[in-house]
Protein backbone atom coordinates (compact mmCIF):
# COMPACT_ATOMS: atom_id res chain seq x y z
CA UNK A 1 0.00 0.00 0.00
CA UNK A 2 1.49 3.54 -0.84
CA UNK A 3 1.66 6.03 1.97
CA UNK A 4 -0.41 9.40 1.95
CA UNK A 5 2.60 11.70 0.28
CA UNK A 6 3.20 9.25 -2.41
CA UNK A 7 -0.81 8.87 -3.26
CA UNK A 8 -0.62 12.72 -3.02
CA UNK A 9 2.18 12.64 -5.19
CA UNK A 10 0.97 10.74 -8.19
CA UNK A 11 -2.52 12.88 -7.56
CA UNK A 12 -0.67 15.70 -8.17
CA UNK A 13 1.22 14.43 -11.25
CA UNK A 14 -2.07 12.44 -12.35
CA UNK A 15 -3.97 16.01 -12.04
CA UNK A 16 -1.78 18.25 -13.96
CA UNK A 17 -2.46 15.94 -16.56
CA UNK A 18 -6.21 16.38 -16.92
CA UNK A 19 -6.04 19.95 -15.34
CA UNK A 20 -9.05 21.42 -17.23
CA UNK A 21 -11.41 18.18 -16.78
CA UNK A 22 -10.63 18.11 -13.48
CA UNK A 23 -11.32 21.73 -12.39
CA UNK A 24 -14.22 21.94 -15.07
CA UNK A 25 -16.18 19.21 -13.46
CA UNK A 26 -15.61 20.37 -9.91
CA UNK A 27 -16.41 23.61 -11.11
CA UNK A 28 -19.64 22.74 -12.88
CA UNK A 29 -20.88 20.66 -9.44
CA UNK A 30 -20.12 24.19 -7.14
CA UNK A 31 -22.64 25.75 -9.69
CA UNK A 32 -25.26 23.60 -9.82
CA UNK A 33 -25.56 22.79 -6.20
CA UNK A 34 -25.27 26.72 -5.82
CA UNK A 35 -28.14 27.39 -7.94
CA UNK A 36 -30.59 23.98 -6.53
CA UNK A 37 -30.06 25.90 -3.00
CA UNK A 38 -32.39 28.33 -4.76
CA UNK A 39 -35.54 26.25 -5.81
CA UNK A 40 -36.73 26.04 -2.08
CA UNK A 41 -37.68 29.99 -2.69
CA UNK A 42 -40.03 28.91 -5.35
CA UNK A 43 -43.69 28.87 -4.65
CA UNK A 44 -45.66 25.41 -4.53
CA UNK A 45 -43.23 23.28 -6.41
CA UNK A 46 -39.86 24.43 -5.25
CA UNK A 47 -39.78 21.76 -3.24
CA UNK A 48 -40.42 19.22 -5.16
CA UNK A 49 -37.64 21.07 -7.60
CA UNK A 50 -35.15 20.64 -4.75
CA UNK A 51 -35.91 16.96 -4.14
CA UNK A 52 -35.04 16.18 -7.74
CA UNK A 53 -31.60 18.37 -7.25
CA UNK A 54 -30.61 16.91 -4.68
CA UNK A 55 -31.00 13.10 -6.25
CA UNK A 56 -28.94 14.79 -9.47
CA UNK A 57 -26.40 16.43 -7.51
CA UNK A 58 -25.94 12.72 -5.62
CA UNK A 59 -25.53 10.96 -8.25
CA UNK A 60 -23.05 13.89 -9.96
CA UNK A 61 -21.35 13.43 -7.10
CA UNK A 62 -20.57 9.76 -6.94
CA UNK A 63 -20.03 10.28 -11.01
CA UNK A 64 -17.39 12.72 -10.21
CA UNK A 65 -15.59 11.38 -7.90
CA UNK A 66 -16.17 7.78 -8.21
CA UNK A 67 -15.66 8.15 -12.04
CA UNK A 68 -13.90 10.65 -13.37
CA UNK A 69 -11.09 11.68 -10.24
CA UNK A 70 -10.79 7.94 -10.23
CA UNK A 71 -9.94 8.00 -13.84
CA UNK A 72 -7.56 11.07 -13.51
CA UNK A 73 -5.98 9.79 -11.12
CA UNK A 74 -5.55 6.00 -13.07
CA UNK A 75 -4.27 7.89 -16.18
CA UNK A 76 -6.73 6.84 -18.16
CA UNK A 77 -8.36 9.79 -20.61
CA UNK A 78 -11.75 11.14 -19.46
CA UNK A 79 -14.09 13.60 -20.25
CA UNK A 80 -16.10 17.07 -18.77
CA UNK A 81 -19.06 15.62 -20.56
CA UNK A 82 -18.71 12.05 -18.99
CA UNK A 83 -20.48 12.26 -15.76
CA UNK A 84 -23.28 13.91 -16.83
CA UNK A 85 -24.38 11.80 -19.86
CA UNK A 86 -23.81 8.93 -17.41
CA UNK A 87 -26.61 10.34 -14.94
CA UNK A 88 -28.90 7.92 -15.81
CA UNK A 89 -26.88 4.70 -15.25
CA UNK A 90 -27.97 3.34 -11.86
CA UNK A 91 -29.75 6.70 -10.85
CA UNK A 92 -31.65 5.60 -8.20
CA UNK A 93 -29.13 3.17 -6.86
CA UNK A 94 -26.64 5.71 -6.51
CA UNK A 95 -29.08 7.90 -4.58
CA UNK A 96 -30.06 5.04 -2.59
CA UNK A 97 -26.38 3.99 -1.57
CA UNK A 98 -25.62 7.85 -0.65
CA UNK A 99 -28.65 8.10 1.47
CA UNK A 100 -27.98 4.66 3.14
CA UNK A 101 -24.17 6.21 3.76
CA UNK A 102 -25.85 9.34 5.31
CA UNK A 103 -28.38 7.69 7.37
CA UNK A 104 -25.59 5.82 9.12
CA UNK A 105 -23.17 8.69 9.94
CA UNK A 106 -26.28 10.37 10.80
CA UNK A 107 -27.22 7.22 13.44
CA UNK A 108 -23.45 7.23 14.69
CA UNK A 109 -23.22 11.10 14.81
CA UNK A 110 -26.69 11.75 17.41
CA UNK A 111 -25.27 8.62 19.45
CA UNK A 112 -21.97 10.63 20.13
CA UNK A 113 -19.74 12.92 17.82
CA UNK A 114 -16.37 11.31 17.39
CA UNK A 115 -18.57 7.79 16.39
CA UNK A 116 -19.75 9.38 13.98
CA UNK A 117 -16.87 10.62 12.38
CA UNK A 118 -15.05 7.46 12.49
CA UNK A 119 -17.73 5.90 11.08
CA UNK A 120 -17.72 8.90 8.19
CA UNK A 121 -14.70 7.43 8.05
CA UNK A 122 -15.45 4.17 7.25
CA UNK A 123 -18.39 4.83 5.04
CA UNK A 124 -15.95 6.78 2.83
CA UNK A 125 -15.33 4.57 -0.05
CA UNK A 126 -18.96 3.88 -0.44
CA UNK A 127 -19.72 6.65 -3.34
CA UNK A 128 -16.21 5.41 -5.67
CA UNK A 129 -17.34 1.94 -5.19
CA UNK A 130 -21.13 2.75 -6.39
CA UNK A 131 -19.33 4.48 -9.41
CA UNK A 132 -16.42 2.00 -9.96
CA UNK A 133 -18.54 -1.25 -8.94
CA UNK A 134 -21.95 -0.80 -11.18
CA UNK A 135 -23.77 -4.63 -9.59
CA UNK A 136 -22.66 -4.02 -6.63
CA UNK A 137 -25.96 -3.49 -3.91
CA UNK A 138 -26.63 -0.22 -2.29
CA UNK A 139 -26.23 -1.35 0.82
CA UNK A 140 -23.22 -3.78 0.34
CA UNK A 141 -21.41 -0.80 -0.92
CA UNK A 142 -21.00 0.69 2.66
CA UNK A 143 -20.04 -2.72 4.05
CA UNK A 144 -17.31 -3.37 1.51
CA UNK A 145 -16.06 0.35 2.28
CA UNK A 146 -15.82 -0.39 5.92
CA UNK A 147 -13.81 -3.50 4.94
CA UNK A 148 -11.73 -1.50 2.41
CA UNK A 149 -10.88 1.57 5.25
CA UNK A 150 -10.35 -0.95 8.45
CA UNK A 151 -7.05 -0.25 9.70
CA UNK A 152 -6.97 3.22 7.30
CA UNK A 153 -9.12 5.40 8.75
CA UNK A 154 -6.52 7.28 10.74
CA UNK A 155 -4.65 7.77 7.78
CA UNK A 156 -7.50 9.11 6.13
CA UNK A 157 -8.25 11.07 8.77
CA UNK A 158 -4.49 12.68 8.86
CA UNK A 159 -5.26 12.76 4.71
CA UNK A 160 -8.07 15.28 5.48
CA UNK A 161 -5.70 17.35 7.42
CA UNK A 162 -3.00 17.65 5.28
CA UNK A 163 -5.18 19.75 3.36
CA UNK A 164 -6.21 22.60 5.94
CA UNK A 165 -3.50 24.65 5.20
CA UNK A 166 -4.98 24.35 1.48
CA UNK A 167 -8.11 25.51 2.41
CA UNK A 168 -7.21 28.33 4.67
CA UNK A 169 -4.81 29.73 1.08
CA UNK A 170 -8.09 29.13 -0.85
CA UNK A 171 -10.36 31.33 2.19
CA UNK A 172 -7.37 34.33 1.24
CA UNK A 173 -8.22 33.86 -2.38
CA UNK A 174 -12.17 34.16 -2.23
CA UNK A 175 -12.33 30.63 -3.28
CA UNK A 176 -10.71 30.95 -6.42
CA UNK A 177 -7.81 28.39 -5.44
CA UNK A 178 -10.06 25.76 -4.07
CA UNK A 179 -11.72 25.74 -7.55
CA UNK A 180 -9.02 25.97 -9.28
CA UNK A 181 -6.75 23.42 -7.82
CA UNK A 182 -7.19 22.42 -4.33
CA UNK A 183 -10.47 21.01 -4.64
CA UNK A 184 -9.73 18.63 -7.96
CA UNK A 185 -6.14 17.95 -6.12
CA UNK A 186 -7.94 17.19 -3.08
CA UNK A 187 -10.57 14.64 -5.08
CA UNK A 188 -7.84 13.32 -7.33
CA UNK A 189 -5.93 12.36 -3.65
CA UNK A 190 -8.84 10.63 -2.18
CA UNK A 191 -9.93 9.37 -5.12
CA UNK A 192 -6.12 7.87 -5.37
CA UNK A 193 -6.95 6.38 -2.03
CA UNK A 194 -9.88 4.52 -3.35
CA UNK A 195 -7.86 2.86 -5.79
CA UNK A 196 -5.48 1.63 -3.58
CA UNK A 197 -7.18 0.45 -0.96
CA UNK A 198 -9.37 -1.22 -3.41
CA UNK A 199 -6.03 -3.31 -5.09
CA UNK A 200 -4.37 -3.74 -1.72
CA UNK A 201 -8.22 -5.56 -0.34
CA UNK A 202 -8.24 -7.57 -4.26
CA UNK A 203 -4.30 -8.62 -3.47
CA UNK A 204 -4.97 -9.82 0.04
CA UNK A 205 -7.83 -11.68 -0.47
CA UNK A 206 -9.90 -9.45 2.41
CA UNK A 207 -12.34 -8.60 -0.70
CA UNK A 208 -12.89 -11.13 -3.29
CA UNK A 209 -12.98 -9.50 -6.72
CA UNK A 210 -16.58 -11.02 -7.86
CA UNK A 211 -17.60 -8.72 -4.90
CA UNK A 212 -16.58 -5.78 -6.61
CA UNK A 213 -18.44 -7.05 -10.38
Not at 13 to 19: C, L, Y
Not at 34 to 62: D, Q
Not at 134 to 144: C, F, S
Request: aromatic share 14%; with cysteine.
Amino acid sequence: MKTRQEIKALAREAFAQQRSVGILVFFLLAVIGGVSGSFSNIPAIGWLLSIAATFIIMVLAVNISGGTFVKIYSRETTTVGEPFSNLSVNFFRKVGGMYWMALWTTLWTLLLVIPGIVKSYAYLMTPYILADCPNVKATEALKLSMRMTNGHKMELFVMTLSFIGWALLSVLTFGILWIVYVGPYMETAFAGYYVELRDQALASGLIDRSELE
